[in-house]
């Protein structure tokens, strides 16, 4: 791999709160791992019951990104391998999608699925 010769660092200062206030909005927390050098890792939890879906959310995320930086980005969902695969699904249900900038920093966006609540009270099985 090419090494990295840029820094995430200030565009994710320019849209972190942003995209948490509108990740809230649809019942989702919002969280960044990861060294910020070639890429934005983030992270999203559906935090309440009503969460909206993972297709909404990554949408509206996106729609915060064009906003604030004046349409300078795009979402990897249109061409033929996403239409057929994306958003690419990882271990425990993660869908994940990509948010690019122009040849530099893009955002890895990972969401993790919402779930039926348990009723029953059982816990796991032992």
């Keep these: 791999m090419?090494?990295?010769d840029y820094d995430s660092r200030p565009l994710y200062e320019k849209l972190i709160e942003p995209l948490r206030?509108?990740?809230?909005?649809?019942g989702y927390a919002l969280a960044v791992h990861g060294t910020l050098k070639r890429d934005i890792d983030l992270i999203a939890c559906p935090?309440?019951?009503?969460?909206?879906t993972a297709d909404a959310l990554a949408q509206a995320?996106?729609?915060?990104?064009?906003?604030?930086?004046?349409?300078?980005?795009i979402m990897r969902d249109l061409d033929p391998?996403?239409?057929?695969?994306?958003p690419g699904?990882?271990?425990?249900?993660?869908?994940?999608?990509?948010?690019?900038?122009g040849g530099g920093p893009y955002i890895?966006?990972?969401?993790?699925p919402r779930t039926v609540r348990d009723t029953t009270g059982g816990g796991p099985s032992k």
């Design 2 to 4: 090419k090494p990295c």
């Design 21 to 26: 206030a509108r990740a809230r909005e649809l």
């Design 47 to 52: 935090w309440i019951e009503e969460a909206g």
């Design 61 to 73: 995320l996106y729609e915060v990104c064009v906003e604030l930086t004046d349409g300078g980005c």
């Design 81 to 86: 391998w996403h239409l057929e695969g994306c």
């Design 89 to 101: 699904h990882k271990p425990h249900g993660r869908l994940c999608w990509t948010i690019h900038f």
């Design 108 to 112: 890895d966006l990972a969401v993790m």
